[in-house]
Nanobody
């Protein structure tokens, strides 16, 4: 196992909810920008949500704002992604990703390169 271990995901109907978890064992959790990116077949990778950036607070891609919530439990070194009102277009593999500070949220969400740390990926499938 790598330093980021994901759980959650699955199959849900449109309008349903899922929660992803990511444990950052062995990492300096307080000095990370950590979040979720997703990869759908034939589409560019998309940064979904992140926390820990210079510009404070959680930040989201426009496509998920108002439906997804990222949160963290620093004691457990765990970050969560609560996904509500899921749509078929949310179908993708979701990866937990992290890198050492500092990052601006906009830069993190738009980054197409390789972050320092990755989870193994979790399939999220939303049926219509």
């Amino acid at each position: 196992e790598g330093p980021l271990v994901e759980s959650g995901g699955g199959l849900v109907q449109s309008g349903g909810s899922l929660r992803l978890s990511c444990v950052a064992s062995g990492l300096d959790f307080g000095n990370l920008v950590i979040g979720w990116v997703r990869q759908a077949p034939g589409k560019e990778r998309e940064g979904v949500a992140c926390i820990g950036s210079i510009d404070d607070g959680p930040h989201y891609a426009d496509s998920v704002a108002g439906r997804f919530t990222i949160s963290s439990d620093n004691d457990k070194k765990t970050v969560y992604l609560q996904m509500n009102n899921l749509k078929p277009e949310d179908t993708a593999i979701y990866y937990c990703a992290a890198d050492r500070i500092p990052w601006y949220s906009n830069t993190w969400l738009r980054f197409q390169g390789s972050f320092s740390y990755w989870g193994q990926g979790a399939q999220v499938t939303v049926s219509s």
